[in-house]
């Protein structure tokens, strides 16, 4: 494994017996491969917003990269913070978490502004709240913190029931608006669900209800006339099936991104990246960030930024094994769903094998509420770490 | 505080194990595919994707070449370009409904067109406009260009009918400002073009306009065909007239430019393209002056009635001016117009001003025949020049149609040899020749006919001219068998190709031998007959395209007008008709004289023949037509020239086509118009 890891056997190996005065976990208080990654993404995210964005705003080439660099600069600090802080005290908060996360998206539902006719932010002067980015992690959390509660009844039908149940109260509000981030929080329920051990059985029973709602929604629905998903949406699920020419389609949005991405070859056009330049790629700095990164840098630069997520995706789930307790494995398994799904289905859409959504990639797409959430999750992924290694150590049970 | 459950070291249970291994896997696989996903993509098939990007963000514009200008003999522009900012709308951005609906309509349209007159119904109601998107740009791009969006609509109906592919021309002479304004916002006006444009010029309006003719988007038939062959779809070609013949010269070819637009069809720069190539320039053998004097002459003595005439230099058969009443003035044809307008202009009750009446319309040529029938009794030795009939005004033939005939007014004219009944016109001397002639084998009057050029194109640089017809016995037999044919096929008791059915005979050719009956003829073709009788029997072929220049006037292609065709005549027998004609014209008693009144025909003698030419209409069709020159003292002929002036229903001969042709003479010569007096004589 790592440096890290190989040093802490070191320690262990000299003082077998005694509990060491320092823990070995704060010797180096951050999982360094974990911040290579994070650190490494959001690097080539300013570099990517520099390159997409400097003709976006008249006077201010800089506008997104100075804003996005302010918002990796307080992540970074809120992870910090955070990763100091014992996670498992946020249990005792749960009631009032859950209280935030739907009163929070309620009031976006409520005072909400529209923006290209959906209401996803609230707006203050400076900067505008999406509110369900934070919602993830919350989600996260207060499952976590649920399930824990029922760690003798896990297997039990009614536990899954109520822990849907839970997740789907604030997704489904979500979904009304932004059916990117729903589908994220039902990923985020399943995730902490199937690391929580829940049976097989409901696993699959759940699969197939997902399913079937999915079919549902999109297929039986519209047949008979309700009206589930607004037209946009449908229009955004189904367009990557049959991409078109008309610059105001979701499928025109996804066939320029698969041209962006597909011009860039091998190693990129560089600063011959016209489908970004000359604003062919919509939403060049949010959504189909990583079409720019396909084109300006080619497959070498989508390789490596698809490798820093699978490193980091990875390095979560070294963490989950250590967690010094089951409300820390539940919640890096909700962290890693969500990771993974918002990768997956952001990245699946910009090469166009998913449905448009406008789920933002972790990190690489502009825009604070995303950037900061993000962070809170390394900052927790951290604290979770941290303790884990503290408590091994205190333990003397640290192997690898 | 703090639930033990939660504080106690969960071991890694072989359940947690599994279940992260599992969630790796799901991992490994997403990324997976999406690595696959972005190989394929990226290293299999990035040329494609990069090609597709380069093709997005350049639009080839096409760069109008000028079509090359035509000029007269002198120089002088007849026909030129000027540059006008045209707004059209691209069909296919439009919607299928829109399309749809106009077909169905154009279906509709052509069935009640189809119907027979009085019986067609209801004028075709447009389609509505549905599409209420579309119906929001016409209203907005209405409100720019000053339209309403329901002229746009039926602007759009209607072409959409007409060539379904190309844009639609909304609008032309839009302001620079509304260019722009329209440019600028593209994004707001899908499928609208502002576009700067070649059009048409014409300085002078509806003069020869038929002769110029028209131009337009080269159609889809017209894209298979040989002369057409690597013109691009959408280029402007000539569709009628000089602009069809000459259009391998005229029409240059357009150039292109790559323009490098962003995704809101912004232009961010311009890539170097092809250069246009200018259409050369043609000039032609008309003479501007000569034009406009013979036009304004038709008009005036015509009395706006129809009519044609054309003047040609005899010895290269170069075509000095060609008219053709009523005419039109082309410049309403460059812009956008409505079929109902088109109907009311072009159409026939507006007398087909489109139609080329100088070398279109084919008119029984009265008494203007009467020199073939001479020349041809001469050759079959009928008649001397010096044989003497006696006319006494009137005659009964024995066979054939009709009972007595007779001089116009049933004037009696005493005996009166070729060159006197050349002079007055004697029908009888012509009837009884024509009378003669008929069972002389080889048919001597059809055939010196053809000789003249009756019945046979001229091949003049033209299209649309006529054939003509010399009727003969076989003629006769033919359109007796179209006629039964075509009254079998439609069940009718008569389709008009004939009057009766019934054999040719002897009255058939007395007709003839005056250029009545079933002869037709076209102005140019009686033309062409008098410079070949002026020449001596050498037919010229009449063309009106001299050069091929450059856009300086610069010498590029001299145009082969043709080798002229000959034939035989006797000396003596021409000399007798040249002094009849002549007589005709200068001589008191003679059919034209009082038309030129004071002429100096010692000085430009004149060759003269009227012609009245009797029609189902039962108005008489007025014929002239002269060949004059210049006396000089070494004898040699100059400025020589034949003009044949025709008016439908214009009474006599010297009554309307005389005088016009009279003003057409003195200004070729003189250089003024004047002196000429609309004759009242009497004249068949």
């Known amino acids: 494994m790592s440096a890290l890891g190989n040093t802490i056997t070191d320690v262990q190996g000299d003082r077998p017996a005694a509990a060491p005065a320092r823990p070995a976990g704060m010797a180096l208080p951050i999982d360094v491969t974990l911040w290579l990654s994070v650190l490494g993404i959001s690097i080539l995210s300013l570099l990517t917003i520099d390159a997409a964005t400097i003709d976006d705003v008249p006077g201010d080439p800089d506008y997104f990269v100075k804003r996005q660099a302010f918002f990796v600069g307080m992540g970074v600090v809120v992870a910090l913070v955070l990763s100091r802080v014992d996670y498992s005290r946020l249990r005792e908060l749960r009631h009032g978490l859950y209280a935030v996360l739907i009163g929070g998206i309620v009031a976006v539902f409520a005072l909400g502004s529209a923006t290209r006719g959906s209401k996803r932010a609230i707006q203050t002067p400076l900067f505008e709240i999406q509110f369900s980015e934070l919602g993830k992690i919350l989600l996260a959390l207060v499952l976590a913190s649920f399930l824990v509660d029922r760690a003798r009844r896990l297997k039990d039908r009614d536990t899954t029931a109520r822990a849907m149940l839970l997740a789907l109260v604030p997704a489904s509000i979500v979904m009304a608006e932004d059916l990117g981030s729903g589908l994220v929080f039902v990923a985020i329920a399943f995730s902490v669900l199937f690391v929580a051990g829940i049976s097989w059985r409901h696993l699959t029973a759940l699969v197939a209800l997902g399913a079937a709602s999915v079919a549902l929604v999109l297929v039986a629905a519209p047949a008979v006339g309700v009206e589930v998903l607004k037209p946009y949406q449908q229009d955004r699920l189904t367009s990557f099936l049959h991409p078109s020419e008309d610059p105001s389609d979701a499928g025109y949005q996804q066939n320029q991104s698969r041209i962006a991405i597909g011009s860039g070859q091998k190693t990129g056009r560089g600063d011959a990246a016209t489908q970004t330049k000359l604003n062919f790629l919509p939403e060049h700095h949010t959504d189909f960030a990583f079409a720019v990164v396909g084109e300006r840098w080619g497959f070498a630069g989508a390789a490596l930024v698809l490798s820093l997520y699978a490193l980091l995706i990875w390095r979560a789930l070294r963490i989950l094994t250590v967690a010094k307790n089951l409300f820390g494995a539940l919640l890096v398994g909700g962290i890693v769903g969500m990771l993974l799904c918002q990768v997956f289905v952001n990245v699946g859409m910009n090469v166009g094998i998913m449905p448009i959504t406008g789920i933002p990639l972790p990190l690489l797409s502009y825009g604070g509420s995303s950037v900061l959430s993000t962070f809170l999750a390394i900052g927790l992924l951290q604290s979770v770490y941290l303790q884990g290694r503290g408590a091994a150590a205190l333990k003397g049970r640290i192997r690898t | ?684």
């Open chain 2, 1 to 684: 505080m703090i639930d033990p459950v939660a504080e106690r070291r969960i071991p890694m249970s072989q359940n947690l194990a599994v279940r992260v291994a599992v969630l790796g896997m799901v991992a490994f696989v997403l990324f997976g595919i999406v690595f696959f996903r972005l190989w394929y993509l990226q290293v299999l098939s990035g040329d494609q994707y990069l090609a597709q990007a380069n093709n997005n963000r350049v639009r080839i514009e096409r760069d109008p070449a000028p079509r090359g200008a035509i000029v007269d003999r002198n120089g002088v522009p007849l026909v030129e370009n000027r540059r006008a900012n045209v707004v059209t709308i691209a069909p296919d951005r439009l919607p299928q409904e829109i399309r749809d609906a106009a077909a169905e309509y154009g279906r509709r349209a052509g069935l009640r067109e189809r119907r027979p007159k009085g019986r067609k119904g209801e004028p075709e109601p447009l389609p509505r406009l549905a599409d209420a998107s579309t119906q929001a740009l016409y209203k907005r791009l209405g409100r720019v260009i000053g339209m309403s969006w329901r002229d746009i609509h039926q602007r759009v109906v209607e072409e959409l009918v007409q060539v379904p592919y190309a844009p639609i021309v909304l609008k032309t002479d839009v302001s620079d400002a509304e260019r722009n304004f329209l440019a600028e916002r593209a994004r707001r006006f899908p499928g609208i073009e502002a576009e700067l444009r070649y059009l048409r010029a014409y300085p002078h309006r509806g003069l020869a306009a038929q002769m110029f003719g028209t131009i337009g988007e080269i159609t889809e038939g017209q894209l298979d065909q040989e002369r057409f062959r690597g013109v691009p779809q959408g280029t402007i070609v000539g569709q009628d007239g000089l602009e069809y013949r000459y259009d391998r010269y005229l029409r240059g070819r357009d150039g292109s430019r790559r323009i490098i637009v962003d995704a809101n069809g912004n232009p961010k720069g311009i890539r170097p393209g092809r250069d246009p190539v200018p259409g050369r320039q043609v000039e032609l053998s008309i003479d501007l002056g000569l034009q406009t004097t013979m036009h304004r002459a038709l008009q005036r003595f015509g009395a706006g009635r129809p009519g044609g005439a054309v003047a040609l230099d005899p010895a290269t058969g170069e075509v000095l001016a060609m008219a053709s009443l009523p005419t039109f003035d082309p410049r309403v044809l460059s812009r956008p117009i409505t079929q109902q307008r088109y109907e009311a202009m072009f159409g026939e009750e507006a007398g087909s001003p489109l139609f080329n009446r100088a070398i279109g319309a084919q008119y029984p040529t009265g008494s203007t025949f009467k020199p073939v029938t001479a020349l041809a009794g001469l050759a079959a030795g009928k008649v001397t020049p010096l044989t003497t009939i006696n006319d006494t005004g009137c005659i009964t033939l024995g066979r054939g149609v009709g009972g007595e005939r007779c001089n116009a007014k049933k004037q009696a004219y005493g005996p009166v040899d070729l060159r006197e009944a050349m002079k007055v016109s004697s029908d009888i001397y012509f009837y009884l020749l024509g009378q003669s002639l008929n069972p002389v084998p080889g048919r001597p009057l059809q055939s010196w006919a053809h000789r003249m050029g009756y019945g046979r194109r001229t091949g003049i640089d033209l299209p649309g001219e006529a054939k003509g017809a010399v009727p003969d016995r076989e003629w006769r037999k033919e359109r007796n068998e179209l006629e039964l044919q075509c009254r079998k096929e439609r069940d009718v008791p008569s389709c008009g190709i004939v009057a009766e059915i019934r054999d040719w005979s002897e009255g058939d050719n007395v007709n003839l031998a005056i250029g009545q009956g079933d002869l037709q003829a076209t102005p140019l073709q009686v033309a062409v007959s008098y410079a070949a009788l002026a020449n001596g029997g050498r037919v010229p072929r009449p063309h009106l395209g001299r050069r091929v220049e450059d856009e300086q006037g610069r010498l590029i292609q001299q145009i082969d007008p043709g080798t002229a065709r000959r034939f035989k005549i006797d000396p003596a027998g021409r000399q007798a008709l040249m002094d009849g004609l002549r007589a005709a014209a200068s001589q008191p008693g003679g059919t034209s004289a009082g038309v030129f009144g004071d002429w100096d025909h010692g000085r430009f003698p004149i060759f003269g023949k009227t012609g009245t030419a009797q029609t189902t209409s039962g108005l008489d069709q007025s014929w002239y037509v002269a060949y004059a020159h210049q006396n000089t003292p070494e004898g040699k002929p100059l400025k020589r020239i034949v003009v044949a002036v025709t008016v439908e229903k214009g009474g006599f001969g010297a009554e309307s086509a005389a005088p016009a042709a009279c003003q057409v003479l003195s200004k070729w010569f003189t250089g003024k118009v004047g002196g000429c007096v609309a004759g009242s004589s009497q004249d068949t």
